[in-house]
């Protein structure tokens, strides 16, 4: 795999839709990064909301996400967030399916990925979310490096974007020469920098991955699949 004949990608995955992924989008969009947004679409709604450390986090209305999330990837998050191994294969299926199918109508493209509530899986699930035409779905667990895993439906993100020495990957990453792909994948929820009051981390790791000539910067799907 080659990305336009480069050897190295970046890629991010933000969960839940919330009202900062308004900020976060920006962000991305000035930099150049490309990210996929896992939606739940059976609660988005600002009346949907949950508090962190004194911080209110309110999903989004339907209305203004495709204008928003222009240009980036739209992936499951299952209707309702639900743990899914807890649940019957129906209520799985449920969870999975309806939620690809709402969240195609809405933005009018092929949904093809996922990450998994809470990070949450096991063989069972896997095997629904395939049979629901779900091709990559991404677990909590992290790599710590730049390889690809090698079972999509398991898959791990390189770094969360608070990881103790993320600056030291990312620089690490960009002054390799790979001669195989190599893939920088970045995870988390926009809130996190709300509630930590750390939004220049972000500005700091889109800055640091910019504009290199060597990168590709790709939607999971672009990066994962191809596509």
Known sequence: MMWNGKSKAVTFSYDDGVTMDRRLVEIFNRYGMKAAFNL?????????????????IHR?????LPGLYAGHEIAVHCLTHADLPRWDDETVYNEIRLDRQNLERIFGREICGMAY???TYDA??????ADCGIRYARSVEETGDFEISENLLALKASAHHNREDLFEMIDRFVASEPDKPQLLYIWGHSYEFEVDGNWERMEEICRRLS??????????????LDI
Not at 124 to 129: G, S
């Open 40 to 56: 739940n679409s059976g609660i988005m709604s600002r009346a949907s909301w949950f508090e962190k450390d004194g911080v209110q």
């Open 124 to 129: 069972r699930v896997m095997k629904i979310a």
């Open 60 to 64: 989004m209305n339907a209305q203004e």
């Open 211 to 224: 504009g290199r000539d060597d990168i590709f910067y790709g939607t999971n799907s672009q990066v994962l």
């Open 117 to 119: 509530p809470f990070g």
